[in-house]
């Protein structure tokens, strides 16, 4: 099997409108099929690597160690490889989406989390671990979206390794959240483009002058993602309320 014919492959198992539960049962063994060829993966960063406009259309992300190796252009599902350099690990995480997580090259730690409170308090949130364990080559592991999905990703070997990750369509856009168990806090976090929006909106919110305040209420005139419109909101009612938001979002690694 190649990257292709695992595309194709793929495509019709969605197609043929299975419920979530058998497309990840279906999936996942057409992904460990996948894992244990090597010939697929050495063809496509050799282009990547000898063709800098095709590496120029890596679309930055959230996840500066994702490699998209396919977006189906009717938006049902994408397949990315994510890179782990010794010792790294990413912060706590939901997604937007299904997904099926494949170790391919060298092992790689997963813990998964559950979220205890019901969500409804802005910033809080608080975790259970509910399973650690180390993904070897061809191994799989499923999140499913949002608070069923949350999980951490670590590289506790001082080898590169490498994850294969297929996920479906999103069911929230624009941002995921990062956990911190140990604050009992979560944080929306957003790709770089958003990011800087985000930022613009979140500065103005902590600026007490009414110069900031005409700004914001300028921009929440104009049509805007739900997700923005909620910062705007959010900056608005700090300046309003003489309150400070926070500005910080940690880098995603
Ligand atoms: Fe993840």
Sequence with gaps: MNLTEFNSLFHSLLEAEHDTPTILREGRLLLTELLGRR??????????????????????SLWPNEITLHRHPDGSFQMLAYIWEPGSMDTIHDHGAWGIIG???NKIRERKYRRLDDGTVEGYAELEESADRILMPREISVVRPLDDGIHQMENIT??????INVYGRTVR??????????????QRVYPPRTYKEVLLLRSLGTIREPWAEEILANASRNSMPDYIRRECDLALSAVNNGREAPIRQEPPL
Excluded: C, M
Excluded at 158 to 163: I, S
């Design 103 to 105: 170790a391919y090259l």
């Design 158 to 163: 001082d080898t590169v390794a490498v994850t």
């Design 173 to 186: 856009k624009g941002y995921s959240q990062y956990f911190y168990p140990e604050k009992k806090a979560v």
């Design 39 to 60: 010939e697929w993966f050495a063809e496509h960063i050799n282009r990547l690597l000898t063709d800098r406009a095709l590496l120029a259309e890596q679309k930055p």
